[in-house]
């Protein structure tokens, strides 16, 4: 062997040490890191709260923020992210139902009071027959709003609907004649609210907190304690059991985390494993 072969042959193995030592290191990484796709506030902002606690768990925390409701269930199914963290229990079954998704539901974290707000009006006793009434196109918050609207007795729906999947259609009485608009994104709501184009406009609490909207202060209408619709961290099927979400729902699930958001929002975002 001469000694262009011997150092040819030297280069080849330094060369193939270092590609494995940069798999070795990328695979360490890919295996130690969560990238979570979730919306600016309140969720955004609660998992770069407990970014240190899981950190201290050998899990490195890399969160990704979306400004609307689709995006982060698409990244999810194409793999670009590991979980998200921005939708409750009723949207994530209608996001599966529609696109065919193979999601789990790795656990709740809390609830954001759904609220009706208003420039135009102080209380409900001053809402005129006729009214507008805006919401979302999101068919899985209809029947929400329509709880909310029942419980304040501006509406009934017919016997036998379920109050979760009810629609416009499903009401029954309305004595004041409201009229409903639910053709709009939700994270165009708060536009609509400022620029007073309903007498009440349905804002999800995400977007009210952007807003500089509180749930329990400014809102009309509130929705009550007992709501079902817990904010949840969906994975993939396969990744349900993935140690790295596992060690990210006990952490959301910590008592001072838990603590911290009631603080933070001042008990407008209400941590599911707290009995407010």
Same mark, same amino acid.
């Given at each position: 062997?001469?000694?262009?072969?011997?150092?040819?042959?030297?280069?080849?193995?330094?060369?193939?040490?270092?590609?494995?030592?940069?798999?070795?290191?990328?695979?360490?990484?890919?295996?130690?890191?969560?990238?979570?796709?979730? /919306?600016? =506030?309140?969720?955004? +902002?609660?998992? @770069?709260?407990?970014?240190?606690? *899981?950190?201290? !768990?050998?899990?490195?925390?890399?969160?990704?923020?979306?400004?609307?409701?689709?995006?982060?269930?698409?990244?999810?199914?194409?793999?670009?992210?590991?979980?998200?963290?921005?939708?409750?229990?009723?949207?994530?079954?209608?996001?599966?139902?529609?696109?065919?998704?193979?999601?789990?539901?790795?656990?709740?974290?809390?609830?954001?009071?759904?609220?009706?707000?208003?420039?135009?009006?102080?209380?409900?006793?001053?809402?005129?027959?006729?009214?507008?009434?805006?919401?979302?196109?999101?068919?899985?918050?209809?029947?929400?709003?329509?709880?909310?609207?029942?419980?304040?007795?501006?509406?009934?729906?017919?016997?036998?609907?379920? /109050?979760? =999947?009810?629609?416009? +259609?499903?009401? @029954?009485?309305?004595?004041?004649? *409201?009229?409903? !608009?639910?053709?709009?994104?939700?994270?165009?709501?708060?536009?609509?609210?400022?620029?007073?184009?309903?007498?009440?406009?349905?804002?999800?609490?995400?977007?009210?907190?952007?807003?500089?909207?509180?749930?329990?202060?400014?809102?009309?209408?509130?929705?009550?304690?007992?709501?079902?619709?817990?904010?949840?961290?969906?994975?993939?099927?396969?990744?349900?059991?993935?140690?790295?979400?596992?060690?990210?729902?006990?952490?959301?699930?910590?008592?001072?985390?838990?603590?911290?958001?009631?603080?933070?929002?001042?008990?407008?975002?209400?941590?599911?494993?707290?009995?407010?």
């Amino acid at each position: 062997m001469n000694r262009k072969t011997i150092i040819f042959s030297i280069l080849l193995t330094i060369i193939f040490v270092l590609a494995g030592c940069t798999k070795a290191s990328t695979n360490e990484k890919k295996e130690d890191t969560l990238v979570v796709g979730t /919306l600016p =506030t309140p969720h955004g +902002e609660i998992l @770069e709260y407990v970014k240190p606690m *899981l950190e201290k !768990e050998g899990v490195k925390l890399e969160i990704k923020n979306f400004d609307d409701y689709i995006l982060p269930n698409k990244a999810l199914a194409d793999n670009d992210i590991d979980a998200n963290y921005f939708q409750h229990v009723p949207f994530f079954e209608q996001a599966i139902k529609e696109n065919g998704y193979k999601f789990a539901d790795a656990g709740a974290v809390h609830v954001e009071p759904m609220g009706l707000y208003s420039k135009k009006i102080k209380s409900v006793a001053d809402l005129k027959d006729g009214a507008t009434i805006i919401t979302s196109n999101s068919v899985s918050d209809w029947g929400r709003i329509i709880t909310i609207l029942q419980n304040a007795g501006l509406v009934k729906v017919k016997d036998g609907v379920d /109050l979760e =999947t009810a629609n416009f +259609e499903d009401i @029954e009485e309305n004595p004041k004649n *409201l009229v409903f !608009e639910h053709s709009i994104d939700p994270s165009l709501l708060t536009s609509a609210y400022n620029n007073e184009e309903g007498d009440l406009v349905a804002i999800n609490a995400n977007f009210a907190y952007q807003a500089k909207l509180n749930p329990v202060k400014d809102a009309i209408l509130l929705e009550e304690d007992n709501s079902p619709y817990g904010n949840i961290i969906a994975v993939r099927k396969e990744d349900k059991n993935d140690p790295r979400v596992k060690k990210l729902v006990k952490v959301l699930h910590d008592e001072d985390v838990q603590e911290w958001i009631l603080k933070k929002w001042e008990g407008s975002v209400k941590p599911v494993s707290i009995d407010n």
